[in-house]
């Protein structure tokens, strides 16, 4: 069995408790994907079609620029990948990361959080950032999961 990376982002704190919650269950290491420029809650207001977030939704080619570049993803053979699900699918800032970095042969295992939405074209969109890796969809993660449940899911 070979190193687990728990790798997110989080723009309100529920994708990084959920994040913590699975990289303890696993003993695996975690690392946050900050953006450059943090999202404020004007940012993140959906209703609004000229708030940031709506903005880089829209425009898939739109990539967040990342705060740094220092996940020694090298390091390990199999990446956790969690986010919250903005318009059905991951943001871009993931796109981003995932572009930042070689997947090449690595299995890469998404979890999200959400508030009603699926993972809808997650797995579709994010596979030609990772060039190489193995995308599986993992789990909408919303609830509190036991550690049977988490090693099940994510090993």
């Not at 060039?131 to 036991?146: D, P, Q, R, S, Y």
Request: no cysteine.
């Amino acid at each position: 069995m070979g190193k687990t990376l728990v790798a997110y982002f989080s723009a309100s704190g529920v994708t990084k408790n959920k994040a913590e919650m699975i990289a303890e269950g696993l003993g695996a290491d975690i690392y946050e994907i900050v953006p450059k420029v943090l999202y404020t809650k004007a940012d993140l207001n959906w209703m609004d079609k000229k708030s940031r977030s709506s903005v880089e939704m829209n425009d898939k080619s739109i990539r967040p620029e990342l705060k740094d570049k220092d996940a020694n993803i090298d390091a390990y053979d199999k990446i956790v990948l969690g986010f919250p699900i903005w318009w059905y699918v991951a943001p871009t800032i993931i796109n981003t990361f995932l572009e930042s970095y070689d997947f090449s042969g690595k299995k890469i295992i998404l979890f999200a959080t959400s508030g009603g939405s699926s993972f809808g074209n997650t797995v579709k969109e994010l596979v030609p950032s990772a060039k190489g890796a193995e995308i599986v969809e993992g789990k909408l993660v919303n609830g509190k999961l036991t550690e049977a449940e988490i090693k099940q899911i994510f090993e």
